[in-house]
């Protein structure tokens, strides 16, 4: 299953961020590069972390966060939903039914978006590698910018890894995010070989990709055309004349 | 006159601003010491705004939700210009206190009607508290206005500060009206949403309720508003009861005090329950308030 | 041949033209013209009234007991004819197309809402206490009409309301048998003089009996039973009229008997002992707890119609309060909102009307996210509330900041307390009223839905736009308060088209309206050109706590909104209000029991007449007439 769905290495994007990522209709000008300049250097300066916290890793975040380590220093705080969230941070093994929750969640939170993989366990499965019900690499399943090793990994190595995000983002460097978007018939393939063929989620991945522009080769593809067999909204569930849809459909002219 | 009314249009909002920002960085430090953190970078408000505002992708949930902003926006920054400060009286004499206290309702009435049609219960529910704690903190807060309005004979707030500056200490409204200073210091704290009465956000319970889908610029008004506010009831409080502002330093020095004391005691407290933040609100402030009407109503 | 009969002839014959032709297709569109030929009437009436500051008089007289009784409309009278018409402006409209179509009886609707207008313009005109009797009289049988002609809960509720105004209409009789037994005249003016000279205890009689008598209409406590269930049930467009102003014909004799004929000395002067009250203070008071009393009720409603209606008597005391304190804000206050509230109200229960023709129910706990199908409906629903619970930039805020002010000038902190207290009440529940609607989840079963036709929306959304033009511009609407004001004697109130400049603090809307529409366009500057590009998502991409949301699982909260506050003031309800107005409908029940007997026999004008009658003897041998 893994080795067909073309599995990554999870140091790749560190390595070569620059492969997925090409320039920006709205970088162009030397203006608008100040401005995003300025923008990524916010970014980095202000992280609100959704703490999807599905092991024993929980542990190791109040120390984070609270006066032993007050990661508030470096403008990083906790935040409740994933409307409102930059990184998600996966604090342990992921089970096939939190894997569902966790794609949605991720879904839901609005780009730039980071993930980290938090423990061995979102790396190769941890100690959980023979488990008939976890996921071994998180990052088959939606993609991760960073991962933590360790079982469990201390306070100090957490603190590493937010310090080493933000020297990602304000390098522009930390872009996983429109991989999803450009690669997301990968990702919906390996979901689906999991979950089956009617797996979906609420979010529009597909048009949110045309209405923001970060469509890439991979957007589209055989398994995002079973969407439109299962999906909710992309049946008469919910019927054609909503405004909202039609509202996509203006905005993409 | 006309343009120099237009500059000082622009230039409210944008001071209000400022020093809400400054307020808001005040809060996070000094939550950050008492539970002996170090507490966020200077910048640390803009950069949280700016990154909102700058988020690639944003949820709408249908023109309603995009228009409460505008109203939020717009509503807020009103109320700033109805509020006098040293050397800017704004639009001050074409409104008065009733004005002001009616304008500041209109931000929350635009929160309510973004957050109703974003279709999530947990933000219904979080409007829901917290119109029922508008309907808990506005009454004690109600006495208050009516006490100051019959102390003072007048609802302009340009002349209820003139007359607390006559006569220096004296002759500020909590000197001379102690009781209500008091109960208005309560409704005060409440309006402002922390600890004990921030039943609305409650993010254990209904996961910050009205910001439950607010993504992006959204939430960036929202962090807009929260500074706007901490500015706007600060700023009343000080022009009501603590003399207004002579000059800007004594003016900020009295608006910062204030927000210090409130910010410093929502740090002891955890969160009381909706009803019980109405019993409080309707017993100890409304009471102390009623006394201090009787106490006025005696001269 | 005055214009006043040129009304009166108008009313008639629309009632006449609606008994012919009402049940055909254009007859919305006819009965809509009329009313604005009778508002084109009415408009030629103001310079006259202005001019003069003199009534407009009806060739119409009779004689009876060696007096001359006629009919002639001041500027008090024009001024709610001007929003009676009008209301029955907007109904019609709103039933000239569709939904009058789909009415079974709207030929029916139609003849009693012209009946109902003549009534009124009857009432408006009256000059003399035994002509306000017979307007009366005539006002209170109309509007049952118009309420039981539905049947079922409409007919129970407005029985009861019959049983009221009958009683109301007894003690008004009453009061006026004993004025006139010592002015020996139903004129107004000679009624004062001979007011001003009963002794203290007649007094207090006349005005008990009188404020019982027409508060009934108003729904002033406690005689407020009936009128929620009565108005709600009525159909939509009926209904609009009856709840725009029905109840205010009330206010109207109120004004007219407590102001003109006894006045604010007498009622001041009528002091009580030991509480510091007056008789001016005590209906003060009334009004009052009505206002709060009737707005909490209204917070618990689940239906639509029924806490819009109950909302509708709370409203009736903010007048009744602004024209008590009888100084020119106080007055001026107090008709403007008999206005303002007109607008916005009718603009409400239209909409809510509409929804109600699209889903078939008003019931709150079964609506929800109609925002994306019905956004008319919604827009002017928005402006209605705004307008109810008295924020800027609505003309609600105008009026009840004057009334506010007043208040405060006539130092009556307490009852301002109260006034505040119901405002922010008022607010909770139109929140409740728009979101349980229009916000939220959507319905499955309300997929389908569509807008209401046009016939529908464009007079509700004009009701809108009026209510926020004299919001911004309340100068408009006090220019017609001042023919009001002039009429009873009140002192003129200076204003300008943006409000009032006082010593105390002033309002000028203009400011306030522009500065708001300035900064909400810098709001959608940073809104939309500093934030970057913004999605709309269906209503199931929400969160919910990692939850995968879809069309099965119902995810809106509606039902009980304000749990905290049902917490703290519910066992209120359950406690004394509940059980006062339970023993006050058994009480009515067993009244109605008594007289069931003789109305199933069918001559029930009968008996009312040979009350008139033995009233009118009344009269005679208390005046010891010829």
């Known amino acids: 299953m893994s080795e067909n769905a073309g599995s990554r290495n999870p140091l790749q994007l560190r390595d070569q961020p620059e492969t997925c990522r090409t320039a920006d209709a709205e970088e162009r000008s030397a203006w608008q590069r100040v401005i995003g300049r300025f923008a990524d250097n916010c970014r980095a300066r202000s992280l609100f972390v959704l703490h999807y916290c599905t092991g024993c890793g929980a542990i190791e975040l109040p120390p984070t966060i609270t006066s032993r380590f007050d990661m508030e220093r470096v403008g990083v705080s906790p935040m409740v939903t994933p409307r409102q969230a930059d990184i998600l941070l996966i604090t342990g093994y992921v089970a096939l039914k939190t894997l569902k929750r966790v794609i949605l969640s991720y879904e839901q939170m609005q780009a730039p978006k980071y993930v980290i993989g938090f423990g061995s366990c979102t790396i190769n499965g941890g100690m959980y590698w023979n488990s008939y019900a976890t996921i071994k690499q998180l990052d088959q399943y939606i993609p991760t910018d960073l991962f933590i090793a360790g079982c469990m990994p201390r306070p100090e190595a957490v603190q590493e890894v937010f310090l080493e995000l933000m020297r990602m983002i304000d390098a522009g460097k930390a872009n996983a995010w429109r991989d999803y978007y450009r690669n997301y018939d990968h990702y919906l393939a390996n979901q689906q070989a999991l979950f089956g063929p009617q797996w979906h989620t609420p979010t529009d991945i597909v048009a949110e990709a045309k209405h923001y522009g970060l469509m890439g080769p991979g957007t589209t593809g055989p398994h995002t055309r079973l969407l439109d067999q299962h999906a909710e909204w992309a049946l008469d569930r919910i019927p054609e004349d909503y405004p909202e849809r039609g509202e996509n459909e203006r905005s993409e002219r | 006159m006309t343009l120099s009314l237009l500059a000082e249009l622009i230039v409210m909002p944008l001071i209000a601003f400022v020093v809400g920002l400054a307020l808001v960085l005040m809060m996070r430090r000094v939550r950050a010491r008492i539970e002996r953190r170090i507490g966020p970078p200077l910048l640390q408000p803009v950069y949280d705004i700016v990154k909102l505002y700058a988020k690639r992708t944003q949820v709408s949930h249908g023109i309603m939700h995009d228009l409460a902003i505008v109203m939020l926006l717009g509503g807020i920054t009103t109320s700033v210009c109805f509020l006098p400060v040293p050397g800017l009286e704004g639009l001050a004499r074409q409104g008065d206190l009733l004005t002001l206290v009616y304008l500041m309702m209109v931000p929350m009435l635009g929160l309510a009607l973004g957050v109703g049609s974003c279709a999530n219960p947990n933000g219904s529910i979080g409007i829901s508290r917290a119109l029922t704690a508008m309907l808990a903190y506005d009454v004690p807060f109600v006495f208050v206005v009516i006490g100051l309005a019959v102390a003072y004979g007048t609802t302009s707030l340009p002349e209820i500060i003139a007359h607390q500056q006559s006569g220096g200490i004296a002759t500020w409204g909590a000197a001379e009206m102690p009781l209500l200073a008091i109960a208005g210091f309560i409704a005060m704290h409440a309006m402002l949403g922390k600890e004990p009465f921030e039943i609305y956000v409650a993010p254990a319970e209904i996961a910050t309720g009205p910001m439950a889908e607010m993504s992006g610029k959204y939430m960036g008004a929202l962090f807009v508003m929260q500074s706007f506010q901490l500015y706007t009831i600060g700023a009343l409080y000080v022009t009501m009861f603590l003399g207004g502002g002579e000059n800007w330093l004594t003016f900020l020095m009295k608006l910062f005090a204030v927000v210090f004391v409130s910010v410093a005691l929502t740090n002891v407290y955890g969160r009381y329950k909706t009803d019980k933040v109405i019993r409080f609100m309707w017993t100890w402030p409304t009471g102390i308030a009623l006394a201090g009407l009787a106490l006025v109503m005696m001269h | ?626």
């Open chain 3, 1 to 626: 041949m005055s214009l006043l009969d040129i009304l009166f002839l108008g009313a008639l014959a629309v009632a006449l033209a609606m008994a012919l032709l009402g049940g055909t297709r254009p007859a919305g569109v006819i009965a809509t013209l009329s009313y604005a030929a009778l508002l084109a009437v009415l408009a030629l009436m103001e310079p006259l009234l202005a001019q003069s500051n003199a009534a407009i008089a009806s060739s119409v007289k009779f004689q009876i007991i060696g007096e001359e009784i006629g009919w002639s409309m001041n500027g008090l009278g024009w001024f709610f004819a001007l929003i009676t018409v009008a209301a029955a402006l907007f109904a019609s409209w709103f039933s000239s197309g569709q939904w009058g179509a789909v009415q079974y009886d709207m030929r029916r609707q139609h003849v009693l809402l012209a009946v109902n207008v003549f009534a009124m313009l009857v009432l408006l005109s009256s000059q003399d206490l035994l002509g306000l009797f017979i307007g009366w009289e005539l006002v209170s049988w109309a509007s049952f009409a118009m309420m039981t002609q539905r049947g079922g809960a409409a007919a129970r509720a407005a029985y009861r309301y019959i049983l009221y105004a009958l009683a109301g209409a007894m003690a008004v009789l009453a009061a006026i048998v004993i004025i006139r037994a010592h002015a020996a005249s139903f004129n107004f003016a000679d009624a004062r003089m001979a007011v001003a000279a009963l002794p203290s205890a007649t007094k207090w009689t006349v005005v008990a009996l009188l404020t019982a008598g027409f508060g009934v209409k108003m729904g002033l406590l406690p005689f407020h039973l009936w009128q929620a269930p009565a108005y709600s049930e009525t159909p939509g467009a009926s209904s609009a009229f009856l709840n725009a102003i029905s109840a205010r014909m009330g206010l109207y004799a109120l004004i007219v008997t407590l102001l003109q004929v006894i006045g604010t000395d007498v009622l001041t002067n009528l002091s009580v002992q030991f509480i510091w009250l007056d008789a001016r203070d005590i209906i003060m008071w009334l009004a009052a707890v009505t206002m709060v009393v009737a707005t909490f009720i209204a917070l618990m409603q689940t239906d639509a119609r029924l806490l819009l209606t109950w909302h509708g008597i709370g409203q009736g005391g903010y007048m009744l309060l602004g024209v008590l304190i009888a100084s020119p804000l106080g007055t001026a206050g107090g008709l403007m909102h008999v206005m303002n509230y007109g607008i916005y109200q009718a603009a409400l229960i239209l909409s809510v009307a509409s929804v109600m023709h699209r889903t078939g129910t008003s019931d709150l706990d079964r609506l929800g996210g109609l925002i994306t199908r019905m956004p008319l409906s919604y827009v002017t629903m928005l402006m209605g509330i705004i307008g109810l619970a008295g924020l800027p930039p609505m003309n609600g805020f105008v009026s009840k900041w004057m009334i506010y002010k007043s208040l405060l000038e006539g130092r009556e902190p307490l009852l301002l307390a109260l006034a505040f207290v119901t405002t922010l009440g008022t607010i909770l529940s139109v929140y409740k009223l728009i979101h349980n609607i229009f916000l939220g989840q959507l319905r499955q079963e309300h997929w389908e839905i569509r807008e209401a036709p046009l016939s529908m929306t464009v007079p509700m959304l004009l009701l809108g736009a009026i209510c926020f033009v004299t919001g911004a511009m309340p100068g408009l609407t006090l220019q017609l308060v001042d023919r009001a004001q002039a009429a009873i004697g009140v002192p003129l109130l200076a204003h300008h088209l943006g409000g009032v400049t006082l010593a105390t603090g002033s309002l000028n809307m203009l400011w306030v309206v522009g500065t708001m529409l300035a900064m909400m366009g810098m709001g959608a500057v940073i809104f939309y050109l500093l934030g970057g590009r913004h999605r709309a998502v269906h209503q199931y991409d929400n969160y919910a706590g990692g939850h995968f949301l879809s069309a099965d699982l119902r995810y809106h909260f509606s039902h009980e909104f304000y749990p905290g506050l049902a917490r703290v003031i519910g066992p209120w309800y359950r406690g004394w209000i509940v059980r006062a107005e339970a023993s006050l409908i058994r009480l009515s029940d067993i009244i109605g029991h008594a007289w069931r007997g003789s109305f199933d026999a069918g001559i029930t004008p009968l008996y009312v007449m040979a009350a008139l009658v033995a009233g009118l003897l009344w009269v005679r041998s208390a005046g010891g007439l010829p």
